[in-house]
């Protein structure tokens, strides 16, 4: 198996990492309620999706 030739530096190392993150969904006000809820997903405070009620919330 080969080896590398030459230590990783922690510089490099860490650009490369720099990319690996969590990603915060994206965030959209339901126009039923206003609360903040998942893009394209049902709301889940008010079960609306599209302008109709698809889900009943309690």
């Known amino acids: 198996m080969a080896t590398p030739a030459r230590r990783t530096s922690k510089t490099k190392k860490r650009l490369r990492r720099t990319n690996i993150k969590l ?3 994206n965030l ?3 126009p039923n309620c206003g609360e903040l ?3 394209h997903k049902v709301c889940p405070s008010c079960g609306y999706y599209d302008g109709r009620q698809v889900m ?3």
């Open 28 to 30: 959209s006000a339901c």
């Open 23 to 25: 990603d915060t969904p």
């Open 37 to 39: 809820r998942v893009s």
């Open 56 to 58: 009943n919330v309690k």
